[in-house]
């Protein structure tokens, strides 16, 4: 079993509507969790963290954390063509002191105008 | 802001010849640094970890002695890749931690290796 999983798509979503991205995680000490996005010949962006149980909004982003099911997700509301790009979840795992992020495979999200 | 920057940005150099690549947190200091390589279509790979003053930790499978890395103060860290391969053309991302105590790692832009 991966570390972080990710289905790797590609997911495709017509404008305005909402794409949900997965994640799942082994580790069930992890404590932070990130949404990154890479759009193609870039390096990661950082969308959102999340560390509690819940949901964490920001803006047209709502980053969903469920430690109990080892399962973190993102929401995307009224997509844009501008949010096709391979999104990443991280996972930094709770027995590397130094903050070692493992990433999953990424998401590719297509935004169809 | 958390702005990391990474020189150069793309560099094609012959088989067996060395490359050093620069990162630099340009608005925190960084008490660590890491090294994340890329493949096509794959996910960032941790190479290493590198605090200031220190010696690196290198991931399994990552050769120390090809792979160098330096990190002399808060602000630059160096990866150099010596005797370069074709196999060794890659996207090579560093990132930076503004705390110990912080998750969050800010990422540069990347450098884009081509091994002739």
């Known amino acids: 079993q991966k570390e972080v999983e990710q289905n790797s798509g590609p997911l495709s979503v017509p404008e305005g509507a909402i794409a949900s991205l997965n994640c799942t995680y082994s580790?069930?000490?992890?404590?932070?969790f990130f949404w990154y996005r890479q759009y193609s010949g870039k390096s990661p962006e950082l969308i959102m963290s999340i560390y509690s149980n819940g949901d964490k909004e920001d803006g047209r982003f709502t980053a969903q954390l469920n430690k109990a099911s080892q399962y973190v997700s993102l929401l995307i509301r009224d997509s844009q063509p501008s949010d096709s790009a391979t999104y990443l979840c991280a996972v930094n795992m709770i027995y590397n002191q130094g903050g070692k992020l493992i990433f999953g495979q990424g998401t590719e999200l297509s935004v169809k105008p | 802001g958390a702005v990391v920057s990474q020189h150069p940005s793309w560099v094609i150099c012959k088989s067996g010849t060395s490359v050093k690549i620069e990162c630099r947190s340009l608005d925190f200091q960084a008490t660590t640094m890491f090294w994340y390589r890329q493949f096509p279509k794959q996910s960032l790979m941790l190479m290493a970890t590198?605090?200031?003053?220190?010696?690196?930790?290198?991931e399994q499978g990552v050769e120390k002695d090809k792979f160098l890395i330096n990190h002399a103060s808060l602000t630059l860290s160096t990866l150099t890749v010596t005797s370069a391969h074709p196999e060794d053309s890659s996207f090579y991302i560093c990132s930076g931690k503004k705390t110990a105590t912080t998750d969050t790692q800010y990422f540069g832009p990347g450098t884009r290796l081509t091994v002739l």
């Open positions: 590198s605090n200031e003053g220190s010696k690196a930790t290198y």
């Open positions: 580790d069930r000490g992890s404590q932070s």
